[in-house]
């Protein structure tokens, strides 16, 4: 498993990258790898903002005069998605938790703890088992207040990942899991708004990155790696 608190890796980058135009759907990322490390988001989540409002947010802390994910969820109106990786999951708990009015759904990609040796991987290699029972009475509280949670684990197995977890958050995979649990979520129980047009939205947002990146993902699972 890759280390979730490699301070040196944190550190690389730009502490914010906004990209996507101005009043389209707002997708906040919570990213402690620092992978939006030139001022651009990763190539996968370029044809995503051309349809969705992207702010990518380099954690633990942001530095410098660019406003943090704190100061944009308090200043702002509009509702938002929070997509978080590995050691950013409680991070993404707490803020969906302060600005409930805000946040739409949070979903997070293999989960981890925020502190070194909290808890212990599980035998398939993640945090599963430490976000299912530690982080099960925020989900229930949120999802009471209409706020969907999801999270999804990477698997090694999986031929079209072939890295160990956290798989990056500008893997395709992990692109696609993102928008279907995104899409998922819209006008369900727990979020009654209107689907439209956010749907119509993410939906060609999703159609621009299986255009792009498809082939390639379909010809790893084919060969098996």
Same mark, same amino acid.
């Given at each position: 498993m890759r280390d979730f608190h490699d301070d040196e890796v944190r550190g690389a980058g730009p502490s914010v990258v906004w990209q996507g135009p101005e009043h389209a759907p707002v997708v906040l990322v919570l990213d402690p790898a620092g992978e939006a490390k030139h001022d651009t988001l990763p190539a996968t989540w370029? /044809?995503? !903002?051309?349809?969705?409002? +992207?702010?990518? #947010?380099?954690? /633990?802390?942001?530095?410098?005069?660019?406003? $943090? +994910?704190?100061? +944009?969820m308090g200043d702002g109106s509009e509702r938002v998605h929070l997509v978080a990786a590995a050691t950013a999951a409680e991070a993404a708990l707490r803020l969906a938790e302060e600005h409930a009015d805000r946040v739409r759904s949070v979903v997070v990609v293999d989960p981890a703890p925020m502190a070194a040796g909290e808890a212990r991987v599980d035998s398939a290699g993640s945090y599963a088992d430490w976000w299912d029972s530690d982080t099960a009475a925020a989900r229930q509280r949120l999802l009471a207040r209409g706020v969907r949670v999801a999270a999804f684990v990477s698997r090694e197995s999986d031929p079209a990942v072939r890295v160990e977890p956290p798989v990056p958050l500008g893997h395709p995979d992990v692109v696609g899991r993102v928008v279907?649990?995104?899409? $998922? #979520?819209?006008?369900?129980? !727990?979020? *009654?708004?209107?689907? &439209? *047009? &956010?749907?119509? &939205?993410? +939906?060609?947002?999703?159609?621009?990155?299986r255009k792009r990146f498809g082939p390639a993902l379909e010809r790893a699972r084919r060969s098996g790696g």
């Open positions: 370029r /044809p995503l !903002a051309e349809h969705l409002r +992207v702010g990518w #947010f380099r954690l /633990p802390a942001e530095v410098g005069d660019a406003p $943090s +994910v704190e100061d +944009v279907q649990l995104l899409l $998922s #979520f819209q006008g369900d129980r !727990a979020d *009654p708004e209107p689907v &439209e *047009p &956010e749907r119509d &939205e993410i +939906v060609a947002a999703w159609r621009a990155v």
